[in-house]
């Protein structure tokens, strides 16, 4: 149970994506099969995906780099400095706009989704530079983190566009 807890703590990004696609199957599930068509499916899974990979992931970004700077960019590999601060209160702010997103329409979840994919794939710009550079593969860096930092984005973009008929 101990390993199970230190997964989904050091590998947020993907325990939260999993959870916001379990529960928006079980959403799925939930609507009449008569009504089940695939705009109701891709608009559970961007809701959830908002939710849970946007709002949850961030705040949760947001409280380790503000209140455990220390052990966050001990994962990362980096030195503690106040651009965890930064980090945070950024993480933050994308937390907000994807929480209020969760219920709004079409054009704030594209911002939701733009703002952090384009803060992720620069970070994983980031990483590489910092594999290739500092020799560089803490977990926090080239670990899963790094391939969230890839594919969230993608997810995202792809769900706005499956959804794109709903503005």
């Known amino acids: 149970m101990t390993d199970l807890i230190k997964f989904f703590v050091f590998n947020f990004t993907l325990s939260f994506f999993i ?10 599930m939930r609507v009449h099969s008569s009504q089940r068509t695939t705009a109701v499916i891709y608009e559970n899974v961007l809701k959830w995906f908002l939710f849970f990979s946007v709002g949850c992931t961030y705040f949760y970004n947001f409280i380790v780099h503000v209140f455990f700077g220390e052990i966050s960019a001990q994962f990362i ?16 702010g994308y937390a907000a706009v994807g ?21 992720m794939l620069g970070a994983a710009g980031g990483h590489v530079y910092q594999m290739i550079v500092a020799n560089n593969f803490a977990p926090g860096n080239a670990g899963i983190m790094f391939y969230s930092d890839l594919f969230l984005p993608l997810f995202g973009v792809m ?9």
């Open 19 to 28: 959870i916001g696609m379990l529960v928006a199957a079980i959403q799925v």
């Open 77 to 92: 590999g980096w030195a503690n400095s106040p651009f965890q601060l930064e980090v945070g209160f950024a993480s933050l």
């Open 99 to 119: 929480f209020i997103a969760f219920r709004k329409n079409w054009w704030l979840r594209l911002g939701a989704v733009l703002g952090p994919s384009l803060f």
């Open 159 to 167: 769900l706005l566009w499956l959804t794109r008929g709903e503005k």
